[in-house]
């Protein structure tokens, strides 16, 4: 079982920061972000939340080793 970090954007960022998905907050600590598995049942749950908060431009995405695997739409 791989885990990724979870990052985020939120509309007049510049860079994509570590998010804690339980506190729906960007974090400056990696010890505090997020870790999912890269599922399909993952991606579902991270493109719904997007879409849930479609008027703040957020937009989610699963990284391991600084490698992009997933991000929402």
Same mark, same amino acid.
């Given at each position: 079982?791989?885990? =990724?970090?979870? =990052?985020?954007?939120?509309?007049? !960022?510049?860079?994509?920061?570590?998010?804690?998905? #339980?506190?729906?907050?960007?974090?400056? %600590?990696?010890? =505090?972000? #997020?870790?999912?598995? %890269?599922?399909?049942?993952?991606?579902?749950?991270? *493109?719904?939340?997007?879409?849930? %908060?479609?008027?703040?431009?957020?937009?989610? *995405?699963?990284?391991?080793? %600084?490698?992009? !695997?997933?991000?929402?739409?």
């Amino acid at each position: 079982m791989e885990w =990724y970090i979870v =990052y985020a954007k939120f509309d007049g !960022c510049k860079t994509f920061k570590a998010f804690d998905v #339980s506190e729906g907050r960007l974090v400056g %600590n990696l010890i =505090y972000a #997020s870790l999912m598995e %890269n599922t399909e049942e993952t991606r579902k749950k991270l *493109q719904k939340l997007a879409d849930l %908060n479609w008027r703040c431009n957020l937009i989610l *995405q699963l990284r391991r080793k %600084n490698k992009v !695997c997933f991000q929402t739409k």
